[in-house]
């Protein structure tokens, strides 16, 4: 058996791309652009693809069981349950919402091919948001995600070649986030899936008399036909060969503290909760190289740029250093 091989699997992806775009000027002339979607030398496409439409779903049907009241009783049915059970959903539009302000598909290198003259390859920092997490039920499709991709789609380096395929410029950009600016705001989607056909409280308030609650249940382990007596209030049960078991289980306050809210989590059954983050960040571009390539010689320039003042985002000094040394602030 020969060892297992590792190494990247083309494969074909959709989406609307730009092919080329023409130019055309007053006089006549035109300038046509095109667009390949790989490095200069890549045989395939690197991309990133940040969400599949999904067009189907699994859901939940969930209705309450009644019993009707007796003949000649002046009430309402009364519910005693739930029936539930899984259907597929099938829609016509996207489940998964994709962010309107970038589209689906990321790409790391992009040729700018200008036909005749030059060619500019953009090669970009790829990193999308992510999805948040459930807090109760099961994921919401549709939910936003948080805003983890900072960074996504910054141009991190770019080349430009001469119409002899020969490298003539580089610039390189560095970009850093500010931590000390940043905000963040957590946002909850949530879906009622089925109305609770009795209305309960799902939070308690703790009181002194709640911090020691107990709870006491009696069961039988044995395997037969259980008979239990009004006597003891159908606490024990009183077949023959009966081994009556009781447990003692903390209340819900049970070591808390006075005001304490608590959550009874089995009265949330009919919510879907997905938390994510809306996240306000400050980045910046923090220094940009350049390296130009004249006659064999590379000349390079550095440029830093600083924002120190705390009180608002706007550039406070830049600093470039050339290859003789000079500095320039």
């Not at 002339?29 to 439409?53: E, M």
């Not at 970009?175 to 109305?195: C, H, L, M, P, S």
Request: aromatic fraction near 10%; hydrophobic fraction near 30%; charge should be negative.
């Amino acid at each position: 058996m020969s060892e297992p091989v590792w190494g990247d699997v083309p494969e074909n992806t959709t989406g609307l791309r730009i092919s080329k775009i023409i130019d055309n000027s007053e006089t006549g002339s035109s300038v046509t652009r095109k667009f390949l979607y790989k490095d200069i030398n890549g045989q395939f496409s690197n991309v990133i693809i940040a969400r599949q439409p999904l067009f189907t779903e699994v859901l939940n049907k969930t209705k309450t069981c009644i019993n009707n009241p007796p003949p000649g009783s002046t009430g309402g049915a009364i519910p005693y349950g739930l029936e539930r059970f899984n259907y597929y959903a099938l829609t016509s539009s996207n489940v998964n919402q994709l962010n309107a302000s970038h589209p689906n598909m990321f790409y790391k290198s992009v040729q700018e091919v200008i036909e005749g003259k030059s060619t500019i390859v953009h090669n970009y920092s790829i990193d999308t948001d992510y999805f948040g997490e459930v807090r109760k039920g099961v994921d919401i499709k549709s939910a936003p995600w948080t805003n983890f991709g900072w960074n996504n789609g910054r141009e991190v380096l770019t080349k430009y070649f001469d119409s002899n395929n020969n490298l003539v410029r580089m610039v390189e950009n560095n970009y850093e986030e500010d931590n000390t600016r940043k905000v963040q705001v957590d946002g909850f989607a949530i879906r009622k899936n089925y109305d609770d056909p009795v209305i309960q409280n799902v939070t308690k308030t703790c009181k002194a008399e709640d911090l020691d609650d107990t709870i006491e249940a009696t069961y039988c382990t044995t395997n037969h036909s259980h008979w239990y007596l009004t006597s003891d209030l159908y606490k024990n049960c009183h077949a023959s060969g009966a081994n009556n078991v009781t447990s003692v289980y903390k209340g819900a306050c049970y070591g808390k503290n006075i005001g304490d809210v608590v959550v009874f989590e089995d009265r949330l059954d009919n919510l879907d909760v997905v938390q994510y983050k809306n996240i306000s960040r400050f980045d910046y571009l923090k220094s940009q190289k350049v390296i130009d390539y004249l006659g064999g010689t590379s000349v390079i320039s550095q440029t830093e740029y600083f924002y120190n003042n705390p009180s608002h985002h706007q550039l406070t000094n830049k600093k470039t250093t050339k290859l003789d040394l000079i500095v320039n602030e």
